[in-house]
Structures are given as structure tokens and as C-alpha cells.
């Protein structure tokens, strides 16, 4: 049994081809900007939920999170096989942190291998070398979070460390994992030109182990969700980045060999 | 870039107002008032009053025009067909009148109509004999709304052309049938419509088309004596020569071609209003060789090639469909005559038929934006992808088309009912989707049928809750049922009588068509029907189908899910309380429509607990239908499509259980009700998938992108994966709608009807009804700049 609280099928940001992303439940980070807030606890949890029908406001409860059994997710899954061989698609596990659930994770991962199903793990690195390396066996690919470099601002902006995330993302290079390295761009924590150098060493050091880098501008998409969970939005009113810096960001992480794309 | 010359051109018909014109029933008053037709038979009546018109009517030709030829004296000028139905003089004014589409009657028009046509035609039209024909029970079903009529005032037709034009002319067409007449000298007849009238019908039809584009040719040259343009004298003179070849001889040229096609065409639509006009099909494999062929010999260059193409393209926009009486106006909102231009495909062979002009034709399609033609691309597995990127980049500009077919699907379908191989490879769609062999086949389709009504009916003992009169058989009080079988058990019975009646009813009506409005024009270009010595109406093509479309597949499987949910198994109310709560619209019962739109199971979302009733309506109406004879010869068939059928059957049915208010409009084609489905592209091709497209002759799918899904070459690719893996499915056809800003804003309005609309922002993606207000606008916003 595994907690997760979404299923998104026909997944377009989420790697290669068509996808099924599966959100699991659960986060020990707390990222000021996230926006899956329903993600945090393990717990399934309903909240209340306003809609308008024939211009009356009704409440109804909306669940968020269900426990399902391992074989059950994969009946879901193996719904779209087909589109996954046409496109070279797969599954994502997503979340939350997926690995907080490792060992669903990793039957999960087992059970779509043996479907012929390509892998992807979504995940903020946030966890012992042994448990991540253990989940690599059986991944065929990492969308691999790096929030920001500077270790201060890391602790402050997502409540946890980032030395064992700097130093998991080595374990999977050296693994020779395929990895691509996803940066969310949140205007005053990791954008200014200190910051951005500090990801190109980190680039450049390692060029020779992977090929892609993900830049995901900060969008204000996620603030409403909070509302509606009646959380308050930890990160204020802050405006998106401007489209212009976005581009000068790709083009100074565009050294040799690396694709660099925007949205994923 | 257009050329001045298409510029104008477009503009001329973009901008020309319909008319309705009485020139046409004036001349076949004429005809009938003045002619001898003592001891004539019907279709060699009918050919000489074709050739009638094609020698008075008036010819136009205008400035900078390539190709030659109006049904009408002018531009959209809309000729009348009293012999088929006959407007009074309220409808005259209704069309006048009307804000939608309307069509403009001057007072002349008025005038002969009320001193001639209706004075003559009056009691006399084959829609009098028609409605005559029918049974009491047929007319209440009618009225009711359970069924509508096609050949009621439109004559049966949806054929489209081979490619026999292309290499013989119509000489050696009436070499064949003197040869077949010949062969008939002597012998005995049996029948009373005998081969050897078709035949001279079918001649004196075929020189009437070489006689009226004679005409065009004088007129021409005519025209080249007063040009002073030195140029544009050369341009009509070799026009002029064009017609004097064509359609008389074979075409050698594009421009002969497409010229011969034309009058084919124009022929077509004058001799009687078939639904859906007339249609060239595989124009690109048509027009190949011939393009390939003056490039090479120096006669045009790609340039002029897609000017002359362009020049032909603006010639279908010229010609809406003929309006209809007021009566039935309504339900029909479309008069778009949907002339459907094939690209892609297969070759006879099997091989990819992607060529050079399949993509000349797309930018043809992408520059002119005209309504009509409208244009499909066929995919099959050897077709590239390229291909198929191309199409969907025109999509993208959100104007509807072209819509996207599964040729593996459609010659599937064309061997299930007994074509041969080489007849299905070269088949196609027409219309919206319909499956047909071209050239070879009259697939009729014979009216929209509406399975939501059947569903009202078997919950109201067959009586229509609208006004109480009893349309069906008597299947038992609803809250008297006490099981979902039960439920089950009267829709099967009500759909069965109501389909036989709508066949029944049909085969009376083909009659009727066959025994006074033969079309020998047309017949001359369908095969077999020079060889059979038969008429096209009459069952002369070597393959003759009658369509019935199924309409609200998507909401009666909701409304079946629905009861089953709520009624039997998880038991939330009773059946009284449910017809209570329909009978009030929801007034008052908000909180539970909420629970049937928001939790209960619905068709679209790839869950069998949903899906298996559209599987099962769709089997029992395949059943009632597939295979039982019809007047030609032929058989019956289905297909799923709605045109505008669906808010019109929407209209005439109350609230139904799975939340939808009463008269709002039904689900579309196969695609999920309006909204309900949640779980984003791939589950809705799941479900749709679960029914077995081959057993039918055409299904729709609709889905709906916001732009943002398009607007990249990786957003392309991934579109074009979700088509390749829908075809593997063997799905018929999907169409894309681009979501404009309106629609955003009507799904703020009414979020309900909107839950699939799925946004994409860079590097997420969410459900527009998730989004807080002030997002949602900048989303409006954003969609409204693009
Ligand atoms: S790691 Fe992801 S899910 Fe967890 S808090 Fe950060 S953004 Fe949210």
C-alpha cells in the first residue's frame, strides 16, 4: 500500500514522450514556493471545496490522497502503454518526495520494468546515499531538483540541508544514471549572478555525466491551491520572472553539450 | 503570399451576400409548363429538364477568374429546388429576415414566387409525397424529435468522385452507352423503369454538361474580343479553349482538370440539392501527375500551379447549402455544404500516397482559411510524420481544420461491409466523417438518430414527457422497475421500434426518390450505374448504403451510469425522488445535480464502470440497424456523428440524470459529454476506443486544447504521438479544437460544462476550473494575444 495524491495521465513536463505522473504523498522538504502543498503529509486529508453551479456557491468535500495497493497504481498505469510505445514515454514518480514511501517506490519500479515501462523518478534528492542508490537499480531516469546551491539559502527557503543532495547527485553520475537537472527559478532565491555561477561550476564539473538541464520559471499557478487549502502562501506576492532573464539563463547554462530547456 | 488576383477573388466571396435566387425554379417551371412530356419517361424527363437549365441558365464569369462556372447567376446566389420542397412565402421572409445565415430575397423573387412557383408547385413536390408516405407513428417519432429526415427537401447524394474524369471524357462516356444501348436493341425489358430509358436519360445528361460549358467557352472568347487588357484576352482565350476540351474530352492539364471536375461538379448541384453538394476526394492523387506533367513541360510553374488551385478552391466557398424551408430550419444551424477535400492516405497498392501535392494542397488550405472546402488528412501506418506535424501546424491556427483520419480505420470499415480491397484503398470520408468508396458508391445518409430520447422515452412508458403523447411501445413505469436490467430492458425495446419505424420509413422514401427524381447527371460519374443501366437513386452504384447517425452516445451512457449509481448501487435516492428532481430541472436541487456531475461515474474518463454503457448502447444500436436491407439493393448501416443535430435533440429532451439541465445540447459525436471528462486526452481515446469503430461507417471525436499545447515543435510531436496511438486503436477520425478566449470565458461562467480544459503554462499544466479568478484572466489574456 502507497499513499499518493494525484495520477496525471498525458504528463507533458515530466520527461520523455507521453507520461503518467504519479504524485506520491508526503514531503520532509517544506520549499517556500511549492506549489503541491496537498503533498506534504502523508496523510490522506479532504478540505472543503466551493463550486459554482447554476450561480450557487456549493460546498462539497474534495479528498485529497488515497492509499492504493502497488498492483492497483499499475493497472492505471499500463492504461496508456500504448501511447507510452508510440511516443517513448513512461512513468513518473513524482510527488512530494517519492522516495519518503522507498520501498512502494521501488516495487513500483520493479513492477513497471517488468511491464517494459520506462522510469523516471522525480525527486528532490533528499535522502541517505544507500536508499538512493538502492532506488537507482531499478530507475531509468532522474529528474533531479537542485533549489539552489548556496547552502544557507537552502535551509532557509526548503527547511532542510543540501550538502546530502549535492552529494547524491554525484552517487547517480557515478553510477552512470541518465540525469536531468531541474532548477526552479524563484525571483530573490536563486536568481541572482552568484547563485547562477554557482550551478555553471557545478555544470561544468560534471559535463562529461549528463546532458540536460530543466529551467522551471516560478509561476504563481500553485498560490491558488493554497488558498483553497486555506494555508497561508509562505512566499508572499512575488512576480514572476521576467522572460528576458529566463533567456540569459538558458543561454549561460547552454555550454558545450548541454540541452537546456524551458518548462521541461 | 496570396496574388492580387486570389485576393480578390477570396474577398468576392468572402464578402458576397447570399441571395436566394429564383432562376433555377423559374426555369424548371418553364420546363415542366411548356414542355411536351406526353409518353416521356421519368428519367428521360428529368434529363431534358436538366438540360433545360444547363442551356438557359445564366452564365458568370468574373474579373480575374480562372476557373468558370456558378450554380446560381452569381456568387452564394442560392437556387431553390421546388420539385423537391417548396418554400411559402413566410419562409421566403423568414430568410430574409433571420439574424443567422440569412439569405436575401428581393421582391422579384417574392413576386414570382407568388404569381408561378407556388401556384404551380403547390401539392406537387416530392416532400408532399413524401410526408404522404409515412405512417402516423413515423410522424409523431419525427415531431418528437426521436429522428430527423435527410431527403425530406434534400435529395439523397453524399457521393464523391473517382478518378475515372481524370482519363476519359464524356464522349467515351456516351460511346459506352451507346454501345450498352445497342447491345439492348431487341431484347425484351422487364421492370417498369427500364435500363434503356436510364441510358438515354444518362446521354441526353451528359451532352447537356459538354453543351452548357460549350457556352461558357463562347462566352469566353466573347469576353477576350472586348478585354482590353492584353493580357487577360490571352488568359480568357485559353480558357475559352479549356472549355471546349473539357468536359467533352480527357484533361491533359491541371488547369483542364480542375475545370472538368468543376463542371462535374456544378452539374451535380443544379440537377437537384444532394446533401453535402459534391466532392472530389483524393484530390492531391487526382491532381499529381497532371501538376508534375506541366512542370515538367514548361506550361506552369509551383507559383502559378497554387494560383490556379487557389482560383478553384474559392469556387466552393461561392455556394452555401440551400436553405431550407422554416419548418426545419431549425434543426439545422449549418449551411456550410460540406464538400470534404481528402489528402494522404493510401495508394491501391497499400503504399503511402503522401506526395508533393498532398503538401502543396495543405499550404493551400492554410493560406485561403475559406470555409469551404473543407479538409481531412488520412493517416495510415506508412504515412510519415512529417506529414501529419504539417497538418496539425494548420490546426494550430485554430480554424477547424484539417481534421485527422485513420485511413487503416476507414478501409477496415469498407471491407467489413464487402468492398473490394481496391475499392476501399480508394475511399475516404466525406461529409463530417462518413466512410464511403469513392466512386463507386451511394452511401445515403438518411437522418440523425437520437439515443437520448429513446433513453426519456424508456423512462416515461414510451409517453414524451414534453407534451404527453405516446411516440413508443408501452415498457413498464419507471419507479416500478427493481432492477438496472430492467432499465436495460426497455431501452432495448423502445430503440428497436423506433429504428424500424425510421428504416421502414427510409425504404419508402428511397422509393419515392427512385420512382420520380432519378439524376442521370449524376449517375454518369458513379460506377457501376452506366453498365448496370441503372439509376443512382435507383441502385445503380456497386455498393448502395443508408447511413443512420447515432446521436448522444456520450449522454446516454452518463444518464445509464447515473441511474445505475444512484438507483441500484449505491442507492443515494430512489426513482421517484430522481423523476421529481428532472421534472423541477434541479430547481431546488442544486446539491444533488452537484453530486451527478461531480461524483458520479462518467463516460471519457477510461473507467469500464462508465464506459461498458456506451459499449452496450452502441452494440444494440449497431444491432437494430447493421445489415437489414434497404430500397436499393443495399443495406443499412451507422455511423456516430452529430453535425449541429446534437443541440437540437438536446432541445427537445428535459433534464436527464446525469445533471444536464433540460434542452441544453447533447454530447458530440463520441466525444464525452460537454466537460466530463477529467483525466486529460489519453483516457478520453481510451474510452472512446472501447467501442468498435469498424463496425461503423464514421465516427467523431472532438478535443479541445487550449494553444499553448501547439506551440512548440515538442507540443506538435506529442500531438501527433496521441493521434499515431489513437489510430492504432483503430479509431476513425479526431478532430482538434483550439479553445479560443471565449471559450475561457464561458468556462468561468459555467465551470461545470468545462472540466476537461487543461492549461498549459510553461512547466505546469492544470485544470482551468482549479485556477483562482485572477489567473484564469491572465490566462484569457494570454489565449487572447495568440
Ligand atoms: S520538494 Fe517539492 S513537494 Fe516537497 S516541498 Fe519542495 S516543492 Fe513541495
Redesign the pocket.
Known sequence: MLTIFDIKRFALHDGPGLRTTVFFKG?????L?????E??EMEPESHNLVRLLDGKEITMTRKYGSLIKEEDLMVEILQDKLFFEESSGGVTFS???PLMQYKQLISMLKLSGKNNIHRAVDT?G?ASEKLISEVAGHTDLFLY?L?TMDPEMHKRS?GVDNSQILKNADVLLDMGKEVIFRI?IIPGINDSEKELDAYLRFFEKRIEKFKEVHILPYHKIGSDKYSRLNLEYPLGPIAEPKQEHIELIKQKFSISGIEVSIGG | MLTNRIQQLRNASLNAINTLSAERAVLMTDFYMSSDLEGKSIPVQRALSFEYLMEKKQLCVLDGELIVGERGPAPKATPTFPEISLHSLEDLDILDSREKVSFKVDAAVREVYEQKIIPFWKGRTNRDRLIAGMEPEWISAYEAGVFTEFQEQRAPGHTVLGKKIYSTGLLKFIKEIDDRLEGLEGKQESGDISEREELTAMKIAANAIIMYARRNAELLNEMALKDSDPERKMELRYMASICYKVPAHAPETLHEALQYYWFVHLGVITELNPWDSFNPGRLDQHLLSFYKNDLSEGRQTKESAIELIQAFWVKFNNHPSPPKMGVTAKESSTYTDFCLINLGGMKEDGSDAVNEMSFILLDVIEEMRLLQPSSMIQVSKNNPDSFIERAVKIVKTGYGQPSIFNSDAIVEELLNQGKSIIDARNGGASGCVETGAFGTEAYILTGYFNLVKVLELSMHNGVDPANGKQIGPQTGSFIEFSAFEDIKRAFTVQLNYLLDLKIKGNRIIEQIYAENLPVPFLSLFVEDCIANGKDYNVGGARYNTSYIQGVGLGSVSDMLASLKHHLFDSKTMGAETMMKILGDDFIGHEEIRAELIYNTPKYGNDDDVADEHAVWVFNQFYEAVNGKPNYRGGAFRINMLPTTSHVYFGSVVGATPDGRHAGLPLSEGISPFQGADRKGPTAVLNSAAKIDHLKTGGTLLNQKFTPDFFKDGKGIKKITQLIRTYFRMMGHHIQFNVVSADTLRAAQEAPENYQDLIVRVAGYSDYFNDLGEELQDEIIRRTEQE
Open positions: 514531503c520532509p522538504l517544506r520549499c514556493w511549492c506549489h503541491n502543498p503533498s506534504y510527488g512530494g518526495e528532490s533528499y531538483d533549489k526548503t526552479p
